[in-house]
């Protein structure tokens, strides 16, 4: 405002005596008022009563009470409009602290001697996190978290929930704790008494499970057998619900399987009472993993002093493991975890698939566990598996290839030196293979390589692979073989044209684009086999054949 009225220049004096006190302001009447909380105020009060002659103005100071402070101060002159006690005097932007009140009348007989008022007003700005703003935003908070939920569980019970329904199912193997025994196995016609199995002595113990040898009392299997000597698979007495539905979900599986072909066979489920027994065909040798450690020359494994396989052992192996996973391709069943702990060997020396589920328990130590995920072979798995966790039979065709590694190197750890992080580079994103075992013929390792095609559509199919060994594996085979003796012609076309997301393992969707007919040639020396992979829907293969080894 004009502060020309506060000047003595701006002054004239009629003809009197001044009172001195007249023009003092009554020091009771100033009240000062905080504008909402803020650093503004406003000073009103009353006019002197009776000032010498006519009141021009007022000048109006607040001082600060900390040391070195500048005081504010302003001249309101004095118009009809204006009056003190309601208009008063505004100061804005005032700094936190305690101030006192100086007001000063302007009359025709000059400037008044000061008054002050007689309390100290304080100014105080909060900041941000007062109570009520903490308040305001709690509420805000809950509010958008209950809309997030009530919108989230919205969407997900209208776009995932049967979905996730039918993923909790297909993977009970991984997830069984989603799931109650009722809901993954219903008794059937698999279903076996308690009281005619006898549990002789434990030969194998895992994390939650146990395998006993045991005995069956001339018990007739639902798949055709009547059997004595068994496998009788249990779990260990500290084991959850979850980890019991893994026996079940194994039996489950394992139902649907031919008895002709190289699987070990299932006799029977006992799932009635505690604990839950899944009875199996005995493989006196154990897993061939171990049982090629105990063919090592000079091992400590070795306590029988077995010799090194033969050839023809090598090759009838090699069949057997590719004409079982040959039926399961023709079946759409993606085993997902192939390797020499899971393949059994009979006293007969047959090898057998087997332990769809066992062997991570047993030998978790193979295993690789990456952050939020389970347990995964990683040393066994294709790119395509550690890259974007799709599993088909041509995923397994790659981890048929790490068993015959296992094999020629009689049970050596695939990438020996390597660690499962350093693993899944190596495979994944430098794509690499394996090196040639030392020793290892040209034949075995130019079929390891075609196993191991970086892209899926480039490796061979199981049938294929059987039969590029049929002529060298013995009649025995060729009178077992499923893929020589119940292998429809059209059953190669087929397969070719299917596609398994990871899941339960079953083919259950297909390709959109057929794949493309490859001739395959593992080798263009005379002194090995030379399968050629003709075109069309059946097979036909050339062979010149003399010894591989």
Not at 86 to 107: C, H, K, M, W
Request: aromatic share 12%; charged share 25%.
């Amino acid at each position: 405002m004009s502060r020309s009225h506060c000047t003595r220049n701006s002054l004239f004096y009629k003809e009197g005596l001044a009172i001195l006190d007249a023009d003092i302001v009554d020091n009771t009447t100033i009240n000062v008022e905080v504008l909402n909380g803020t650093s503004n105020i406003r000073i009103t009060w009353l006019k002197p009563s009776e000032p010498n002659g006519l009141v021009i103005a007022y000048k109006v100071k607040v001082i600060n009470t900390a040391k070195q402070s500048t005081p504010v101060d302003q001249c309101i002159p004095v118009s009809p409009e204006w009056l003190p006690n309601q208009q008063g005097a505004i100061f804005e932007g005032l700094n936190d602290g305690n101030y006192r009140v100086e007001l000063r009348t302007v009359s025709l007989a000059g400037i008044s001697q000061p008054v002050y008022a007689e309390q100290l007003f304080e100014i105080y700005t909060p900041g941000f996190w007062t109570p009520k703003n903490i308040l305001l935003l709690l509420s805000l908070f809950i509010l958008f978290a209950f809309v997030v939920g009530l919108v989230g569980y919205l969407f997900f019970k209208k776009y995932y929930s049967q979905k996730v329904k039918e993923y909790a199912t297909q993977l009970i193997s991984a997830n069984p704790e989603y799931l109650s025994q009722a809901d993954v196995y219903k008794p059937d016609e698999w279903e076996l008494q308690r009281s005619d199995l006898t549990l002789e002595y434990e030969i194998g113990r895992g994390t939650f499970g146990k395998v006993y040898r045991g005995y069956g009392n001339n018990v007739h299997s639902r798949c055709g057998d009547t059997f004595g000597v068994c496998a009788i698979k249990t779990v260990t007495e500290t084991a959850n619900s979850a980890e019991r539905l893994h026996f079940l979900l194994e039996a489950n599986v394992m139902k649907s399987f031919s008895a002709e072909a190289f699987i070990v066979k299932l006799y029977g489920v006992v799932s009635d009472g505690q604990p839950v027994l899944v009875v199996m065909e005995m493989m006196e040798k154990g897993n061939l993993r171990d049982y090629l450690r105990s063919r090592r020359p000079g091992s400590e494994e070795n306590v029988a002093n077995l010799p090194v396989p033969t050839n023809s052992e090598y090759y009838e192996w090699a069949a057997q493991i590719a004409d079982g996973m040959a039926y399961l391709e023709s079946i759409r069943f993606c085993h997902r975890d192939l390797a020499a702990r899971n393949c059994m060997v009979h006293a007969n020396n047959t090898v057998k698939i087997g332990d769809f589920g066992m062997a991570r328990d047993i030998y978790y130590h193979e295993y690789y566990k990456p952050n939020g995920k389970r347990l995964m072979p990683v040393r066994w798995m294709a790119p395509e598996s550690l890259r974007d966790g799709t599993f088909d039979m041509k995923s397994d065709v790659w981890s048929y290839g790490i068993v015959l590694y296992e094999m020629i190197t009689l049970g050596q750890q695939p990438y020996q030196g390597l660690a499962n992080e350093e693993v899944l580079s190596f495979i994944g994103i430098l794509r690499k293979t394996l090196e040639r075992p030392m020793d290892c013929p040209d034949f075995w390792y130019d079929l390891m390589v075609e196993c191991w095609r970086y892209i899926p559509r480039d490796r061979p199919t199981f049938r294929q692979i059987v039969e590029y060994l049929i002529p060298l594996a013995s009649e025995q085979f060729r009178e077992a073989s499923w893929i020589y003796n119940h292998a429809t012609t059209d059953y190669q076309s087929d397969l070719e044209q299917n596609y398994v997301p990871e899941g339960h393992g079953m083919c259950m969707s297909a390709i959109e684009e057929p794949v493309d007919e490859i001739e395959y040639s593992l080798s263009n020396r005379a002194d090995r086999v030379k399968p050629h992979w003709g075109e069309g829907d059946s097979l036909h293969t050339g062979y010149e054949v003399e010894d591989a080894l």
